[in-house]
């Protein structure tokens, strides 16, 4: 490479050196631009790899367990164990789930178990029934005078009722799990100690209904059966017989001056 200066003399004075010398020092720094953009390029390939597994893999975690869910499966568990934000997410969507069954489940003004558990109640009795020979019986009942109550006195007078009557089926059925399945029915399944001593709990439930109409408070129809082995093939049959007692036993109590409506 040649360049040439111009003096005030008229001379001109030229220097001459070669190429590679000139540009020596560019041609030492390309390869280290080279291994700059490459190091760049593996950092920003392991930034997103990190970010992947921090945030989608853990967000697709949590897509599929609300999927799961969806479907009627709440066997859920997030394998999701961090302190960010995704963590936080996953902690309390897993706490969620726990609680789930309890509002799934549960009745919200009596708290005992609502339909949604009954029927659930029903498919394991069945398949018990299917693997075996089960002991247990189902008492029908039917709170009276619900809708008398609740075109005069309103609704919320008519929810205690329902909240009283609860409280009365759960305190002498205390072993049984108690079902509200409509507005003012509700069903027991005995088992246990409940079926055992299922005469006298009738009987019990039945002196304080009379009692209760006596002195103006709750009244509640109830009838029991229980499961036959070889005779009944569903639960259905078992809850028709026990209703059918539970609407005998209601004519009875009208007879004795109880309202029905």
């Known amino acids: 490479?040649?360049?040439?200066i111009s003096l005030a003399n008229d001379w001109n004075v030229y220097v001459v050196a070669p190429k590679q010398e000139i540009y020596a020092a560019w041609n030492r720094l390309i390869p280290l631009f080279i291994g700059l953009s490459l190091l760049i390029a593996a950092l920003f390939i392991?930034?997103?790899t990190k970010i992947t597994r921090r945030i989608i893999t853990p967000l697709l975690e949590l897509t599929d367990a609300t999927k799961k869910i969806a479907s009627g499966d709440?066997?859920?568990?997030i394998s999701v164990h961090s302190n960010d934000e995704i963590g936080i997410l996953a902690d309390t969507f897993q706490k969620t789930v726990q609680h789930l069954p309890e509002f799934m489940y549960r009745d919200s003004l009596t708290g005992v178990r609502n339909a949604t558990a009954y029927k659930r109640t029903v498919t394991q009795l069945e398949k018990r029934m299917a693997e075996g020979q089960p002991v247990f019986g189902i008492c029908v009942l039917d709170v009276n005078n619900l809708k008398q109550t609740n075109d005069i006195y309103g609704h919320e007078v008519g929810n205690q009722l329902i909240i009283n009557a609860t409280r009365l089926i759960c305190h002498v059925f205390a072993h049984s799990p108690v079902f509200?399945?409509?507005?003012?029915e509700f069903l027991a399944g005995m088992e246990g100690q409940d079926y055992n001593d299922r005469e006298h709990l009738m009987e019990v439930f039945n002196r304080q209904i009379e009692e209760n109409m006596k002195n103006g408070l709750v009244v509640v129809s109830a009838g029991f059966s229980e499961f036959v082995s070889g005779q009944d093939k569903s639960i259905r049959a078992v809850i028709k017989r026990a209703e059918e007692k539970m609407y005998q036993r209601k004519e009875k109590l009208k007879e004795q001056g109880a309202i029905m409506r």
């Open 1 to 4: 490479l040649e360049q040439g």
């Open 74 to 77: 709440l066997n859920v568990h």
């Open 46 to 48: 392991f930034l997103c």
């Open 180 to 184: 509200r399945i409509g507005g003012d």
